[in-house]
């Protein structure tokens, strides 16, 4: 090899990783995720999560589900055309940079609402997956769950009840779910969106 050749080389695979991380920042403007998720993926519109912090395996998974049409419920039709323009590599590249930003504040609402959640969270099993109040899923694949909107929140999990988001994964806490009533949903997704996370 020629020094040049050496040194391209070199140069080439200096810029590789951090070059993913800036091209996960950058394919998120051009593509307009911004229009909903917000800034840094933290600030979404409501009914759109949260993606800052996330586990960047699970939201790998969830773009290629939702590319794939595994994961097809109603609200998330709105992004299937955004996400269907990015190629597989955009995705791992905005997995890793989403991953990489600072988590949303909690949200504020109503306490003895999230008092019950906590509760229920604890007496469901959901700790066993998410972790001590969301905060710590026990695999990559898994998501974090504090901190996420409250209303997007409300929405996944009687999808799951319901068998609407119905993926493999999904179907893992299906029984946890099953027998949860809708203002029981409401007081998990209060407990879980005024969670800090760690
Ligand atoms: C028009 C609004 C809109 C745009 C633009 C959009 N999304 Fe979404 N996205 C949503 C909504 C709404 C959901 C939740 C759908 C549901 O309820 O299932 C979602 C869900 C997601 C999820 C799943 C999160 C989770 O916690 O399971 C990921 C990851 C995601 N979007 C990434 C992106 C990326 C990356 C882009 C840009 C390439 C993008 N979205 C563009 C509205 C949008
Ligand atoms: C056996 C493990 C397990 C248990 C127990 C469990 N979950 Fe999950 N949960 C998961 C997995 C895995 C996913 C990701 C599903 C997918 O990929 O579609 C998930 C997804 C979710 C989501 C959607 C998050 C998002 O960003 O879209 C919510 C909300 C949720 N779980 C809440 C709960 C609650 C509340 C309980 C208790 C009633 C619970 N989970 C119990 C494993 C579990």
Redesign the pocket.
């Known amino acids: 090899m020629s020094p040049y050749a050496l040194i391209a080389a070199v140069l080439a695979a200096l810029a590789a990783s951090p070059a993913l991380a800036a091209d996960g920042k950058a394919?998120?403007a051009a593509?307009?995720?911004q229009?909903?998720?917000g800034e840094n993926g933290a600030k979404p519109i409501a009914?759109?999560?949260v993606?800052a912090g996330?586990s960047p395996v699970?939201?790998l998974r969830?773009?290629n589900e939702?590319a794939s049409g595994v994961?097809s419920?109603n609200?998330?039709k709105?992004?299937k055309p955004?996400?269907d323009k990015?190629s597989p590599d955009d995705r791992i590249a905005?997995a890793d940079w989403?991953a990489t930003q600072k988590p949303a504040d909690p949200q504020s609402g109503n306490k003895a609402k999230a008092d019950q959640g906590a509760e229920l969270f604890d007496e469901k099993g959901c700790i066993g997956c998410h972790g001590p109040d969301g905060t710590k899923p026990l695999s990559p694949d898994y998501?974090y769950l504090a901190g996420q909107r409250k209303d997007?929140l409300m929405?996944?999990i009687k999808?799951i009840r319901d068998e609407i988001?119905s993926t493999r994964r999904a179907r893992m806490m299906a029984a946890n779910v099953r027998k949860l009533s809708d203002s029981e949903v409401e007081q998990l997704a209060e407990f879980l969106s005024q969670n800090k996370r760690k």
């Open positions: 394919i998120y593509k307009g995720c229009a909903c998720h009914g759109s999560p993606l996330q699970y939201l969830q773009m939702i994961r419920s609200p998330v709105v992004m955004v996400i990015t905005l989403l998501p997007y929405v996944q999808a988001r």
